[in-house]
């Protein structure tokens, strides 16, 4: 079975401030897919990155940075100098290689950024 | 803009009716992928289509069904509807099948539905 917890349900910091979104998971598969989703209070899902298992670089996308640790099962999420349109919700989610009934979401962080 | 279409954005209906929500995919994603989000439950996963056919299930009650058309454009139906039906339904597309190469899914806006 997979699993994907992301233990921080909410989160406040002020704008400017580095943030870091964690997020765990489980498979038993070797071949898998991380992916990350924003849904601002629009409701929509933007997706965000998308990781393969056999690639742990880190990867930098502007302010946004991920951090692939499979010894860790863990694909954290930074934010750095926060702005107030990073306020939304932020989702992990695993796919396997092997299966094919979708994506197993966390139940997602709530970042909210003040200003 | 994703480029994944949802009709309608909102619904609200009675306890016991039925109702359909469409979904247009990215131009070239042969698949499709419809998801519920409710408060209680999180984003749960329905029913994949590729091609036309049904591929996977999830998480999809009885009482609801969906079919992917040959221009690809994919409908999920809800009949005898409840209270607890109440939810953000997304639509998502990925390019290719599920597989070791692995693909993006891009979700669209969201059906939102109000069951009172």
């Known amino acids: 079975a997979q699993k994907v917890t992301q233990a921080q349900t909410e989160i406040s910091v002020v704008e400017k401030e580095d943030v870091t979104l964690d997020c765990v998971y489980e498979t038993r598969d070797t071949t898998y897919y991380l992916f990350w989703y924003k849904q601002p209070p629009s409701g929509e899902l933007v997706f965000l990155i998308r990781r393969n298992s056999f690639d742990e670089q880190n990867e930098i996308s502007g302010r946004y940075s991920w951090n692939f640790q499979k010894s860790t099962s863990s694909f954290n999420f930074t934010i750095t100098a926060s702005q107030v349109v990073d306020s939304a919700v932020y989702f992990c989610?695993?796919?396997?290689?092997?299966?094919?009934?979708?994506?197993?979401f966390g139940k997602g962080t709530h970042l909210i950024i003040q200003p | 803009d994703s480029g994944v279409t949802q009709t309608p954005k909102h619904l609200i209906t009675a306890t016991g009716q039925r109702v359909t929500l469409r979904c247009s995919p990215r131009?070239?994603?042969?698949?499709v992928y419809w998801y519920q989000q409710s408060l209680d439950q999180g984003l749960q996963f329905l029913i994949q289509y590729y091609n036309g056919e049904e591929r996977a299930k999830g998480n999809i009650l009885e009482r609801f069904s969906a079919q992917q058309f040959p221009d690809l454009h994919s409908e999920l139906n809800l009949s005898s509807l409840e209270l607890g039906d109440s939810a953000l339904y997304f639509c998502a597309s990925s390019v290719e099948i599920d597989g070791p190469s692995g693909n993006t899914i891009y979700f669209g806006e969201g059906s939102w539905l109000t069951v009172v």
């Open positions: 131009s070239g994603d042969l698949s």
């Open positions: 989610a695993l796919h396997s290689g092997g299966g094919a009934d979708g994506l197993t």
